[in-house]
């Protein structure tokens, strides 16, 4: 029989290993040295700059909360009140932060590539979904889809698979933005996801299910994986040494 293993990972060890394997995609790469990336503020796109700075040997790092646009918390949540950093444009290899996205969206073409965090996530179809609360202006998925839609720019969705859903993204938008509903908004985006699903098979090789979910004491949330295949023994070091990564608090 062939060989397979079981291991954990708490959303806040699946946003690092995510980040560590989204960067290295052939686009990514590509965009890195010789297109334009634009990594939109997000509690996992926070380890997706800092693991593009590090690709680069940048001093930079992106900090949080600074690093953020909107942030889903429990009822009740005193955020913590920090200056904001501003969005992470690399262009050529050149990193910094910048406060103009809607500037930098209308400026990005067939190449180049944007981060952007997602709240629904549809594993079969491979879709996102995200939340909007400014109705006005329809939010930075607003800004990044038009950049997608008019000038071919690709559009990527970091995000942890404790994010899936049952529905297609579609369906719930129509239930979400129906006339009689009250709440935010869903807008179905035209990226692609990339999961902790992904990064398994991107770096180890290994094809992984999900077996089962949630846990307590800081596993909430949490994801138990079957994978088989490929590197194991890489994957379960991996695994080891993000099991601890701390909770993301904002």
Do not use: W
């Amino acid at each position: 029989m062939s060989r397979s293993i079981q291991f954990f990972l708490t959303p806040a060890a699946g946003k690092r290993l995510i980040a560590a394997a989204v960067v290295k995609r052939a686009d990514v790469q590509e965009a890195l040295q010789h297109g334009t990336i634009f990594v939109i503020g997000g509690t996992t796109n926070v380890f997706v700059a800092n693991a593009l700075l590090e690709a680069l040997g940048s001093p930079l790092r992106a900090e949080f909360p600074s690093f953020h646009r909107g942030v889903a918390a429990p009822a009740g949540t005193e955020f913590i009140q920090a200056e904001t950093q501003g969005d992470l444009l690399i262009e050529k290899g050149v990193p910094r932060f910048v406060n103009a996205l809607p500037e930098i969206c209308a400026t990005l073409k067939a190449g180049d590539i944007i981060f952007k965090g997602a709240n629904a996530v549809h594993l079969e179809s491979r879709t996102a979904g995200v939340l909007i609360g400014n109705t006005e202006t329809g939010g930075t998925i607003a800004e990044a889809s038009r950049a997608v839609m008019s000038r071919r720019a690709a559009l990527i969705h970091p995000a942890g698979v404790e994010k899936r859903v049952e529905k297609p993204v579609y369906e719930l938008a129509r239930l979400v933005n129906a006339a009689g509903a009250s709440g935010l908004r869903l807008h179905p985006s035209a990226g692609d996801i990339f999961t902790e699903l992904d990064a398994i098979k991107l770096l180890f090789g290994a094809d992984a299910e999900i077996i089962s979910a949630g846990a307590v004491n800081g596993g909430e949330g949490g994801t138990y994986f079957q994978a088989a295949g490929g590197d194991l023994d890489g994957l379960l070091a991996c695994v080891r040494e993000i099991a601890k990564e701390p909770p993301v608090f904002c």
